[in-house]
């Protein structure tokens, strides 16, 4: 089995953050390389359950290995935006915390077989989950010129995306597009080279993204995610990119009651509850000793809910 290198990002804040019972029931539903699983599970007693969940089954037998010593752990094959679906299955109605570390794993990509770095040469796959037939291939050789633009653009914040997207769609009318580097060539023509970072990392994001779904179902998640706590439970969430943080800072917002309606109205009808509230009221960042020692958390940002 190869061997995750993997370094559990705000690994303290977010143990802090959940605030763990020792009999409770915890969800780590980015199980991932069970970094933070594993600090989670030596906090609970035998009494107390984690159920650790990811769609990616090599993950899973990673972590089934990482965490063998600890006998109170749930293993769940399934995205977290079902976490609801999942409870149900396994007979629990509510639990005392969750976290959601989100985005890709450090493993998904140092693997090459699994084409989420633009480093490597690898066939363009991106799947997390790698039983679903969606593929980065399939959607850069098959999407209209248009819906790659707009991909790029919304998910990736790419300001050259219709560059990108027209010269994508050119060199594949001779050629189909099959690899990372083939990808990120094309990318190179478009972005000029004192943009910020490397030119296609915006872009790989956005296919990504598109590829597992990741944001459009995120706002739901966070909700359903709180629903399911117990009173006191605590839900901590990492995100990466902007648009992961501002959708996770609005479902907060509004499972905390703040009114929702559209400045314009003279009065309030979304008839919004306080669920409970916002732990964090500025996202906590990692420090400049865990940015030295890992690069991946640089961009990363923990918020904390807690239920009433």
Do not use: W
Not at 15 to 32: A, F, M, Q
Not at 274 to 303: D, F, V, Y
Request: charged share 30%; glycine share 6%.
């Amino acid at each position: 089995m190869k061997e995750f290198e993997h370094i559990p990002v705000l690994l303290d804040e977010c143990i802090n953050g959940l605030n763990i019972r020792k009999n409770g029931i915890y969800i780590d539903g980015t199980l991932g390389g069970a970094g933070h699983s594993l600090k989670i599970a030596t906090k609970l007693e035998n009494t107390g359950k984690l159920i650790g969940i990811d769609r990616d089954e090599e993950a899973i037998n990673k972590a089934k290995h990482t965490l063998k010593n600890f006998s109170n752990i749930i293993y769940v094959q399934d995205n977290h935006d079902n976490i609801k679906e999942i409870l149900n299955k396994l007979d629990i109605k509510r639990v005392d915390g969750i976290l959601l570390d989100l985005g890709v794993s450090s493993y998904q990509i140092d693997e090459e077989t699994r084409g989420f770095s633009y480093m490597k040469d690898s066939p363009l796959d991106m799947r997390m989950d790698k039983k679903q037939k969606l593929t980065a291939e399939k959607i850069i050789n098959n999407y209209s010129e248009e819906e790659l633009a707009n991909i790029i653009y919304k998910y990736g914040e790419e300001k050259f995306s219709r560059r990108i997207s027209k010269e994508i769609c050119e060199y594949r009318k001779n050629k189909k597009i099959e690899t990372t580097l083939e990808l990120v060539e094309i990318i190179e023509k478009c972005v000029p080279k004192q943009a910020q970072g490397h030119p296609a990392k915006r872009t790989f994001q956005a296919i990504r993204i598109e590829v597992n779904n990741e944001i459009e179902p995120l706002h739901k998640t966070i909700l359903n995610s709180i629903d399911v706590l117990n009173k006191g439970g605590r839900l901590c969430t990492i995100t990466f990119h902007s648009l992961e943080d501002r959708t996770v800072k609005e479902a907060y917002i509004e499972s905390s009651g703040k009114c929702i309606c559209p400045p314009d109205l003279p009065y309030c009808v979304c008839g919004n509850e306080s669920k409970g509230k916002i732990i964090t009221k500025k996202p906590i960042l990692p420090t400049e000793e865990e940015m030295k020692i890992n690069s991946r958390s640089k961009s990363a940002k923990l918020r904390i809910f807690e239920k009433f």
